[in-house]
């Protein structure tokens, strides 16, 4: 066999390997992320409150795997921030998902890592997060409605 035509193979061999985890890629998950920063009710933003942001693939239309859920607390306020995930089934009802506080005080911030599945479907996925003072809900704020590609 020619230089030549070794190096034709090898060119193609190599193009082939190429072509199928380009061909795999979309069965793989599609990631998606929404945020927003923690607030006070009447729309007050309070400064460096703290933010709250979720991450998530879509694993088929009932199913998010790889959530990943972060709040940070940025002041001394004594609010506690939390998070949660917020869907929207395929029936149009809402549905929240549990909520996680971050407990550490001014300067932290705590994450989770979690699945989602819903039975109902899930159309819409987004973060939501609260101010709470005790068991007082004084603060929300919604992160961007991200739709389902499924």
């Keep these: 066999m020619t230089v030549r035509k070794r190096f034709a193979l090898l060119i ?3 193009a082939a ?13 599609y990631e998606a992320a929404s945020s927003c920063d923690l607030q006070l009710f009447g729309g007050s933003a309070i400064p460096d409150a703290g933010r709250v942001i979720a991450s998530w693939n879509w ?11 972060q709040v940070k607390d940025s002041r001394k306020d004594g609010l506690t921030p939390a998070v949660r995930l917020v ?4 029936d149009g009802d809402t549905h929240n998902w549990s909520l996680h506080k971050n407990t ?11 699945t989602a599945t819903d039975s109902q479907g899930i159309e819409f996925a987004w973060v939501q997060g609260e101010l709470l003072d005790g068991s007082t809900l004084v603060g929300l704020c919604q992160g961007a409605k991200i739709r389902n590609p499924d």
């Excluded at 390997?17 to 998950?29: E, F, Q, T």
């Excluded at 694993?59 to 859920?69: G, K, R």
């Design 12 to 14: 193609a061999g190599s």
């Design 17 to 29: 390997a190429l072509v199928i985890p380009m061909a795999a890629s979309p069965a793989a998950a």
């Design 59 to 69: 694993a088929s239309d009932n199913q998010l795997t790889s959530v990943h859920l």
């Design 87 to 90: 869907t929207k089934q395929r």
């Design 104 to 114: 550490g005080g001014s300067g932290t911030t705590a994450d989770w890592n979690t």
